[in-house]
C-alpha cells in the first residue's frame, strides 16, 4: 500500500483552526468532506478568496487542497485556510516565499474577541451615564 506524499500547513484566525494537506494533483478543493463549492456556497467571495495563495504562487492546476477546519464563522476559517495553503505551500516550493510574503499571506492576523467583562453589557459596553 503505497502512501501519497503531502505537505501540511496549520492556519488559525480568530478561534477557527485550519488544518490543510496539499498533495499533486488536478486542483480539487476539499473542505471537511464536501467540495470547497458546496461548503461555501452561501457566499462565493469567500471561495476566490480561499484559491488566493495557489492563483499568486500560479500552482491552481498542480496541488489537490484537503482541509479540516473547526470552529469559528466562515470569514475566520476562510482566513485560516488561506495562511494554512500558504504555509503547505512553503513546504514544497521554499522559493515562493518572498512571493507570498509580499502579498501578505504568511502572517496570521492576531486579533481575537475580547472577553465580556464583569457589571458591563460586553467586553467594552456600559450602562449609560446619568447625571441625575
Same mark, same amino acid.
Given at each position: 500500500?503505497?502512501?501519497?506524499?503531502?505537505?501540511?500547513?496549520?492556519?488559525?484566525?480568530?478561534?477557527?483552526?485550519?488544518?490543510?494537506?496539499?498533495?499533486?494533483?488536478?486542483?480539487?478543493?476539499?473542505?471537511? %468532506?464536501?467540495?470547497?463549492?458546496?461548503? !461555501?456556497?452561501?457566499? &462565493? $467571495? +469567500? =471561495?476566490? @478568496?480561499?484559491? *488566493?495563495?495557489?492563483?499568486?504562487?500560479?500552482?491552481?492546476?498542480?496541488?489537490?487542497?484537503?482541509?479540516?477546519?473547526?470552529?469559528?464563522?466562515?470569514? %475566520?476559517?476562510?482566513?485560516?485556510?488561506? !495562511?494554512?495553503?500558504? &504555509? $503547505? +505551500? =512553503?513546504? @514544497?516550493?521554499? *522559493?515562493?516565499?518572498?512571493?507570498?510574503?509580499?502579498?501578505?499571506?504568511?502572517?496570521?492576523?492576531?486579533?481575537?474577541?475580547?472577553?465580556?467583562?464583569? %457589571?458591563?453589557?460586553?467586553?467594552?459596553?456600559?450602562?449609560?451615564?446619568?447625571?441625575?
Amino acid at each position: 500500500m503505497a502512501t501519497k506524499k503531502y505537505s501540511y500547513g496549520l492556519g488559525r484566525r480568530k478561534s477557527a483552526i485550519a488544518r490543510v494537506r496539499i498533495t499533486k494533483g488536478k486542483g480539487e478543493i476539499t473542505i471537511n %468532506g464536501k467540495s470547497a463549492e458546496k461548503y !461555501l456556497s452561501e457566499n &462565493k $467571495a +469567500l =471561495l476566490a @478568496e480561499i484559491t *488566493d495563495p495557489l492563483a499568486i504562487a500560479s500552482k491552481q492546476k498542480d496541488y489537490d487542497v484537503s482541509v479540516r477546519v473547526s470552529s469559528g464563522g466562515l470569514s %475566520g476559517q476562510v482566513d485560516a485556510i488561506k !495562511l494554512a495553503i500558504s &504555509k $503547505a +505551500l =512553503l513546504l @514544497e516550493a521554499a *522559493d515562493l516565499r518572498p512571493v507570498l510574503k509580499k502579498a501578505g499571506l504568511l502572517k496570521r492576523d492576531p486579533r481575537e474577541k475580547e472577553r465580556k467583562h464583569y %457589571g458591563l453589557r460586553s467586553a467594552r459596553k456600559r450602562e449609560q451615564f446619568s447625571k441625575r
